[in-house]
């Protein structure tokens, strides 16, 4: 996938271990680092980083299932997107800016729900059942990894109402470095 000719992005639930129906699933969320392939994540983002071209396959949502690898070919600017980027030591060298989205906790399962419910078609009661069961490990192997990012982005609606609805946001930004000696 790609947002601009110059950039290729890699999508981090391309790294799940199994499709939806795997039973597996029972025992792992997506959050877990166990149920992903992170080394293999980070091997893709190395060989694009030498200019190298690799094979992937995408994670289908509304089949639950990968697609055929498909040749990738690296741009000026590579994105890795997803939940587990910053989880492994080496990961968390092999890029130039590290970037967390750190939103209100009511504001992200809003977007959850609506995004699940809406464009993936699930059932918003079953949305908020997956929202429970993965909070343990949010807290144990996703949200440490803010301390790991140079710039923390946080999103904070204003007025605590019916998120759903839609509502007016603050934008914090934290970081410890000079933004101008990285671009």
Known sequence: RMLSKDTTIICGDDVHRWERQDARWNRYTHLNPVANRIHAHY?????????????????????????????????NYIIAEGLHNFVIDDVKEAYTLKIFLDPHAELKRSWKIARDSGSRGYDAKAVEKIIKRRKPDSEKFIAPQRDNADIVVSFIPIEENDLSKGVQLDLYIKSDIDIEHIV
């Open 43 to 75: 091997d893709k983002i190395v060989e694009l980083k030498k200019g190298r071209p690799i094979l992937h396959s995408r994670y289908d949502h509304k089949t639950g299932t990968f697609t055929s690898p498909r040749k990738i070919v690296p741009r």
